[in-house]
């Protein structure tokens, strides 16, 4: 039992961690969703995916506002979301957008954003913070908030213009979760005394009059857009490329986030092996017990020769013995991953965006348990010969 109980251990955590894998790897290419094409000033696709969709690092230049309305008024363009970036809050990334970002934004299967509390942000001093914030800062609808400008470690708060949090996004288990969104009216009321990143001497406006301040952006630092029709990306992405008034990139996210996902390939694989070195200790657990227990099994070996049963029966035995433990483990195994995905699977889907199913091995997961299965048969016989090495008179020798 115990042998039994350690190869299902071993086979249940190889399963999971392929399921980990599986699962990340969808997760990770669903992190936005229903988005044609993620538009910024021309970089690398991999450093425009990072700021705009994860909030890691920064853009290399701003796209202008005449570019944004120009490009979203083709005929092409079914729906825009302008994202501004820049300003952080306790480490926090802040988004200005538009309230469209919160009917727009899909991620995994098509699955929108919802609101576990709260609106969306109405008044240019209003904020939605992600589920990750309320529930680190313990913020609930109605706290004031201050943001600051820049990401780093030096950063200056816009301490003059306080903030109303008041709505809270549900668990998407994306990089919504840990960030604060904004209005592009807002990032602009906040900065119209800064110039080049610091406050302008003397010329501090106060909040009430950014209201009425002229709050229209001169430049974002992406967008999102979706098309009326699929067909139209290619040809979209070509106009974007090749725009002449300043130097544009457009991506698709589901080819960049492959992209991404690649250079990850290393740590992906890394965690695979040491999922399969615990079986291997698993599969070296049984052979230990084997041949530990093989010693006191020689008489009975003896008995089974002396009533004519041929040494090549004896190898067959001990190794359809370590196969039987084997395949038992592997259904002890497949049990224990069926309840521990009932158990986590809400969890993983809130916190980290994965999604686990209760369904039969894939094709991957079906290889893996075929090689285990191989493998506990490959054990077996190495005990099986040193019992098909016995002789009868050696098994009927009293030993003391």
């Known amino acids: 039992m115990l042998t039994i109980a350690t190869i299902g251990v071993s086979v ?46 920064d853009a290399t230049n701003n796209v202008t506002w005449q570019s944004y309305q120009d490009i979203t008024a083709q005929p092409e363009v079914a729906w825009a979301v302008p994202l501004s970036l820049g300003d952080s809050h306790r480490g926090f990334r802040v988004v200005g957008t538009d309230a469209d ?12 954003l919802a609101f576990s509390d709260g609106v969306p942000f109405r008044d240019v001093y209003d904020a939605v913070i992600g589920a990750q914030v309320a529930e680190k800062l313990h913020y609930p609808v109605g706290q004031s908030i201050v943001l600051a400008h820049g990401t780093g470690p030096l950063t200056a708060d816009h301490a003059d213009k306080p903030f109303r949090v008041v709505g809270i996004l549900a668990r998407t288990g994306t990089p919504v979760d840990a960030s604060v969104f904004v209005s592009l009216e807002a990032i602009e009321a906040i900065h119209l005394d800064w ?25 974002i630092t992406a967008f999102l857009l979706g098309l009326k029709s699929r067909t139209a990306v290619f040809a979209m992405q070509r106009y974007i490329n090749d725009y002449e008034d300043e130097p544009l990139l457009a991506i698709l996210p589901g080819v960049a986030l492959q992209e991404l996902w690649s250079l990850l390939g290393v740590a992906e694989n890394a965690l695979l092996i040491v999922a399969a070195m615990v079986v291997v200790a698993g599969l070296l657990g049984m052979l230990t017990a084997l041949l530990t227990t093989l010693n006191e099994r020689r008489r009975e070996m003896a008995i089974l020769r002396a009533v004519g049963a041929r040494p090549s029966l004896i190898f067959f035995l001990l190794v359809a013995e370590a196969e039987f433990l084997t395949l038992f483990g592997i259904v002890a195994g497949l049990a224990l991953l069926a309840i521990a995905v009932a158990v986590a699977r809400a969890w993983a889907q809130a916190h980290y965006g994965m999604t686990f199913d209760i369904a039969s091995p894939s094709a991957a997961q079906g290889l893996l348990l075929a090689c285990v299965a191989v493998a506990g048969g490959l054990i077996g016989c190495l005990p099986a010969w040193f019992a098909y090495r016995y002789t009868l008179a050696d098994g009927l020798v009293q030993r003391l």
């Open 101 to 112: 970002f919160f009917s727009r934004y899909h991620y995994g299967a098509q699955r929108a």
């Open 195 to 219: 110039q080049s990143g610091v406050r302008l001497p003397g010329q501090a406006i106060s909040a009430d009059a950014a209201r009425h301040a002229d709050l229209t952006p001169k430049a």
């Open 12 to 57: 249940a955590l190889l399963l999971g961690v392929e399921q980990v894998r599986d699962s990340a790897r969808r997760g990770f290419a669903s992190t936005v969703a229903g988005t044609d094409l993620i538009v910024g000033a021309r970089s690398g696709s991999i450093n425009l995916l990072l700021y705009s969709v994860f909030h890691i690092g």
